[in-house]
């Protein structure tokens, strides 16, 4: 695991760039994210660095995600791999998981462009960033720490502002 100061170091492959996108977005700049769009340039990326975590799709073009994670658990050994899948690989999961993948998580992801940070809640909220900040520290507003980065879903954003509209509104 890396130290504090040291940036998690995040690869994903994935032939997908909505996919690439939502975890640039998810991830922010506080952890070094590198993209790779098959398992040749993964590959060329895991022989120079070194990842904390790895997001791998399972199915990819040219060599599947299932062979480029025997590659990565040889070049990478010590790093999370969380396999991803739209379609029904139940066999494949099954094989990654022996192999070392640690986790499988299905797409598409519902939240994708539905994950907010604490700019664009205070856009939402029309408060000011250093307020929805100092509320997501004392845990007023049901923010996720993400690396060093507050991020919530819009969906429960606006759940929390639901429950809030109706406490003020029995207070009065």
């Known amino acids: 695991m890396p130290d504090q100061k040291e940036k998690l170091s995040i690869m994903v492959v994935d032939d997908d760039p909505s996919i690439l996108a939502f975890f640039a977005r998810?991830?922010?700049?506080?952890?070094?994210?590198?993209?790779?769009?098959?398992?040749?340039?993964?590959?060329?990326?895991l022989h120079h660095l070194r990842y904390?975590?790895?997001f791998l799709d399972v199915k990819?073009?040219?060599i599947e995600?299932?062979?480029?994670?025997?590659d990565i658990k040889k070049l990478n050994p010590d790093a999370i791999v969380v396999m991803?899948?739209?379609y029904d690989v139940g066999k494949d999961i099954d094989k990654a998981l022996e192999m070392g993948a640690q986790e499988f998580i299905p797409k598409p992801f519902d939240d994708i462009g539905k994950i907010m940070?604490?700019?664009e809640v205070a856009e939402y909220l029309k408060l000011h960033h250093f307020t929805v900040y100092r509320l997501a520290q004392q845990g007023k507003i049901p923010f996720s720490k993400i690396g060093k980065?507050?991020?919530?879903?819009?969906?429960l954003l606006e759940k929390w502002v639901e429950q809030e509209?109706?406490?003020?509104i029995k207070k009065e």
């Open 65 to 70: 995600g299932v062979e480029l994670l025997r």
């Open 117 to 119: 940070n604490i700019r």
């Open 26 to 45: 998810l991830f922010g700049t506080q952890s070094s994210l590198s993209v790779a769009l098959d398992a040749i340039e993964a590959l060329r990326m």
């Open 84 to 86: 991803m899948s739209g």
């Open 165 to 168: 509209s109706k406490r003020t």
């Open 52 to 54: 904390n975590l790895i």
């Open 60 to 62: 990819l073009p040219k």
């Open 149 to 155: 980065q507050w991020r919530i879903s819009r969906d």
